[in-house]
């Protein structure tokens, strides 16, 4: 059955060796292709192949046992959602929280996130509660905790990571709902109570845990490096390490959601944005590991363009990460070349 490398299904099988132009083996026979050996068949130039008989939706097969694994993460990640709330009011209510509720929540939840390799796919999954609070934070633990696995930390030291993540806007308790719900633009007076989340967050971790780093993660999170940022105005290495990988998935999660006063905005021109404050704004470690490590995930998934056209991303453009080349029914389009196309939604 000979098709043309665009008519290829992930779940397909090689009927024969391939080769490239210059003889050298890309594909054995048998191999069943993925969207990453596909890709591979593009780069090499290869146009047609012969794959064996199909005898299934192949393609819905592949999809389903791709999502099983993420779907696994939803439950834990809504009752760490859920905890978040109690947590909050009790905090609210007393000016403490339980410390072991927190660990009862996360751990079990980082045990499950070390074997999820597909984080695009748990971030679409998960980014659909109501609160943007709670959910926020909880989106914040997990991505800070990838991060610092990332960055090379060790299991121990990235679970501290993303515990402090979890808990970085613990202080907002202190703050009025009218102002943390407010649809309109703050006033100068309304955004100087919305900064001060940072003192109450970790005057809050502090008395209740004696954690002194996951409460200066709270205090720092807002800081920038080139100074611009809250509550102290610090810079560069007087940020502490996780409180930039904190920053990082703070500002990745907020704006790929949707809160009162903004409208969430498609992954990958958010990931463009982060890399432009890499370069003065947030630490370049940490947000170049999130974008190297998330990018790849986005191979697969199917998009929506502001055409009104529905496709696949087949393959990351090296001369502009940010404008993948996408695959519809009808064409391939280079994103990198056509400007006037958009990502408008990515789907799982």
């Not at 990235?158 to 309109?184: E, R, T």
């Not at 363009?305 to 519809?328: A, C, H, K, W, Y």
């Not at 994103?335 to 789907?347: G, H």
Request: charged share 25%; hydrophobic share 35%; net charge negative.
């Amino acid at each position: 059955m000979k098709l043309h490398v665009i008519e290829i299904s992930p779940g397909d099988r090689l009927k024969h060796d391939i080769f490239n132009q210059f003889g050298v083996l890309i594909l054995h026979k048998g191999t069943e292709l993925t969207n990453d050996a596909i890709v591979k068949l593009m780069q090499h130039g290869i146009d047609y192949i012969d794959i064996e008989p199909r005898t299934i939706d192949i393609e819905r097969t592949s999809n389903n046992a791709h999502q099983d694994p993420v779907m696994k993460v939803a439950p834990l990640f809504n009752e760490a959602v859920d905890g978040y709330e109690d947590i909050f009011l009790e905090a609210l209510s007393s000016g403490t929280f339980d410390e072991s509720k927190v660990d009862e929540l996360l751990q079990p939840l980082v045990d499950e996130l070390v074997g999820q390799k597909d984080v695009v796919s748990l971030l679409l999954l998960l980014n659909n509660g109501d609160n943007y609070t709670y959910n926020h934070s909880m989106q914040v633990g997990m991505l800070s905790y990838y991060i610092a696995t990332w960055l090379g930390y060790p299991k121990e030291k990235a679970y501290q990571v993303g515990k402090a993540g979890y808990l970085i806007d613990i202080g907002k308790c202190m703050i009025s709902q009218d102002i943390l719900g407010k649809p309109g633009k703050l006033t100068p007076e309304e955004f100087d109570e919305v900064k001060r989340h940072t003192l109450y967050g970790s005057e809050i971790i502090l008395n209740s845990t004696g954690d002194e780093i996951s409460a200066m993660v709270a205090l720092q999170h807002h800081e920038r490096e080139d100074g611009s940022g809250y509550p102290k105005g610090l810079r560069k290495d007087e940020i502490h390490p996780y409180a930039k990988i904190a920053a990082v998935a703070d500002v990745y999660t907020a704006m790929t959601s949707n809160r009162v006063y903004q409208s969430k905005q498609e992954l990958l021109t958010v990931l463009r944005e982060l890399n432009s404050l890499s370069f003065g704004k947030l630490s370049p470690e940490p947000t170049q590991a999130l974008i190297s490590h998330l990018l790849p995930n986005f191979i697969g998934k199917k998009v929506l363009l502001n055409s009104g056209e529905v496709g696949s991303i087949v393959m990351t453009n090296q001369t502009d990460f940010f404008r993948p080349l996408v695959q519809t029914d009808d064409r391939f389009i280079d994103l990198s070349k056509e400007r006037e196309l958009s990502i408008t939604e990515v789907y799982i």
